[in-house]
């Protein structure tokens, strides 16, 4: 007896069996697709308009999201397989890539100090102070920066009172040798945060020491050498050099002021606007990897994916402490479970508050790195795009308490009592002893 096979419109020899199959396999596609693309990202759109994009970093724990997005696959997952995560040598160097732009050679964006896509979009930073616009699109991370200091002053025991500093410094001084504090990049983080612990002490950042400005991944060999008195540096830089046995920690900076911004994903404006979607798939995927860097379980692998070669090429063991909150001082001082540990999502750490950049602006003025009359609210709205991260948010499904309800966090304490309003950042500056201009 011959076997009869089901006929009809469209379905000529196909089973009804086959069917089944066959829209079992379907479902399951679209199941996984809810599942690569939450809450129907890009349903509403055509998707990303480019694969990839260039991004730089420099050797930094907080650099961690952009190595995770990539070798977790979180850019691919989004749409944009050819992200390329490319090191920088130093702060000075992503600018200038930044200002070529890959087309020119450069890159389009970067794991970047805060202050930066500010002073590269005023062009004070740039050659013939040709502006760059610039976007921010998230926060990288908060606290966990670490001023140290030299051997030298091993006795001293220096902390978060650098007035005991101030006298080694000036009986240094009257010897006939030179006293030096290293940051990472002028009127950037790391120069804003040992400039505002100098100054706290009574040290005058620009009359009484040397500013030099020394790459990250350079501070402890040039530690060992004697460079410098005292720096500040993003991790793992102090932990390191910490086990090298070449300085010690006076303070991590969430101590100056707690839970204070620090890295951004900074993007040329130009490449933001002309690949919109992309841009969102980007911030997707970062956005992602920051919540799976802030998982305690997430600590260890997350430390040794950027321990590696093409990243950090450092020790697990210089980054996996820090990470998780414990702080060796290097003094006979240990801190374990630490609140200032560096957040990289929780307590709102990737939202982009422009309250913060009002007090970065702030700060630069304050040295002489911005214009007294700088429009810092223009600037801001300029370069400040929260806007695409509550977008992203929303197609990411994030948490209803995990989006602030304002631009702003308001008021900011900081270590010395200073109140910091940026409804009135004019009244901030008339409170402090030393800088650059009349307020």
Request: proline fraction near 5%.
């Amino acid at each position: 007896m011959a076997m009869r096979t089901i006929r009809g419109s469209g379905t000529d020899g196909i089973s009804r069996r086959s069917l089944m199959k066959a829209a079992a396999g379907t479902a399951a596609l679209l199941a996984a697709a809810r599942l690569n693309f939450p809450a129907g990202a890009f349903a509403q759109s055509a998707g990303p308009e480019v694969k990839g994009a260039k991004l730089g970093f420099i050797a930094l724990t907080d650099a961690s999201p952009l190595f995770v997005a990539k070798e977790k696959g979180f850019f691919a997952k989004y749409g944009m397989p050819d992200v390329e995560v490319l090191k920088q040598a130093s702060w000075g160097t992503t600018r200038d890539n930044l200002v070529l732009g890959s087309e020119g050679g450069g890159i389009d964006g970067a794991h970047i100090l805060t202050p930066m896509p500010y002073l590269i979009s005023a062009g004070t930073v740039t050659q013939n102070n040709v502006p760059t616009p610039m976007h921010i699109l998230a926060r990288l991370d908060l606290n966990c920066q670490g001023i140290s200091v030299s051997n030298e002053y091993a006795d001293l025991k220096i902390g978060l009172d650098a007035k005991p500093l101030a006298a080694a410094f000036e009986k240094k001084k009257a010897s006939g040798k030179s006293v030096k504090a290293a940051m990472t990049f002028p009127g950037g983080t790391h120069d804003l945060w040992i400039r505002y612990w100098m100054a706290a002490g009574g040290i005058d950042p620009d009359k009484d020491v040397e500013t030099i400005v020394v790459p990250p991944p350079q501070m402890v060999a040039n530690m060992k050498v004697g460079t410098m008195d005292c720096l500040c540096v993003g991790e793992p830089w102090n932990e390191q050099l910490i086990h090298q046995k070449s300085g010690y920690s006076a303070l991590t900076t969430g101590e100056i002021w707690k839970d204070h911004p620090e890295k951004a994903l900074g993007m040329r404006a130009a490449w933001v606007e002309k690949n919109p979607n992309a841009a969102k798939a980007l911030l997707m995927a970062v956005m992602e990897a920051l919540q799976w860097c802030d998982k305690d379980e997430n600590k260890q692998e997350m430390a040794e994916i950027s321990a590696k070669r093409q990243w950090m090429n450092v020790p697990v063991e210089d980054i996996i402490e820090r990470i998780k909150g414990n702080f060796d001082y290097g003094t006979g001082k240990v801190e374990k479970n630490s609140p200032l540990l560096m957040k990289f999502w929780r307590d709102h750490a990737s939202y982009p508050f422009q309250s913060h950049d009002q007090w970065f602006i702030t700060e630069n003025i304050r040295w002489g790195k911005l214009p007294v009359n700088t429009d810092a609210k223009a600037l801001i709205a300029k370069v400040n795009r929260e806007d695409l991260w509550r977008e992203a948010a929303k197609d990411l499904g994030v948490a209803a308490a995990d989006i602030p309800a304002s631009k702003s966090r308001g008021k900011e304490m900081l270590f010395d009592g200073k109140v910091f309003d940026p409804e009135d950042p004019t009244a901030y500056l008339k409170s402090l002893a030393i800088k650059r201009i009349d307020a």
